[in-house]
């Protein structure tokens, strides 16, 4: 694991088991959880939002956000400035969001994949560094120009 320390994370009912678990797998990491704390139906847009503001802001390098499926964490996330929220199902497919797109929030997709997968996931995505390159310009170019 590289040198973050912490993480925000944020989930809805959906994802609220996965996210648990990640939070017990990876206790090395200091997570700021925020939300949701139950199995109890909420409004993933709840979660996605402020998990996407903190990093936004610089207050956390990086997020993980979980939902059923992602899709909805991950359009909400990348409503942000400055977010690109990667939905991501397989640790390739996050070790090249971060790799290639510099992905600064891992969306993960509870109903769809294995709690083993997803720390494989989220293993990948912490581990993995932004080229920078011929990646950065393209990275650049993904921003709003007002």
């Keep these: 694991m590289n040198d973050i320390l ?3 994370i944020g989930s ?24 949701c704390y ?3 139906s909420v409004d993933y847009p709840d979660f996605a939002h402020p998990v996407a503001l903190a990093v936004e802001q610089g207050i956390f390098p990086l997020g993980i956000l979980i939902c059923g499926s992602a899709n909805g964490v991950a359009i909400a996330a ?11 199902w ?14 600064n929030i891992l969306c993960l997709p509870a109903r769809f994949i294995s709690k083993e997968a997803a720390f494989a996931i989220v293993e990948s995505f ?9 990646h ?6 993904i921003g709003l120009k007002v």
């Design 38 to 40: 139950s199995l109890e």
């Design 12 to 35: 809805d009912h959906a994802g609220f088991e996965l996210k648990q678990q990640i939070l017990t797998t990876f206790q090395q990491i200091n997570f700021k959880d925020f939300g």
């Design 6 to 8: 912490k993480l925000a």
């Design 78 to 88: 990348n409503k942000h400035q400055g977010i690109r929220a990667a939905l991501c």
């Design 136 to 141: 950065a310009q393209r990275v650049d170019k």
């Design 90 to 103: 397989t640790p390739e497919l996050a070790q090249l969001a971060r790799a290639h797109n510099d992905a």
């Design 126 to 134: 912490l581990t993995t560094p932004f080229e920078g390159g011929r």
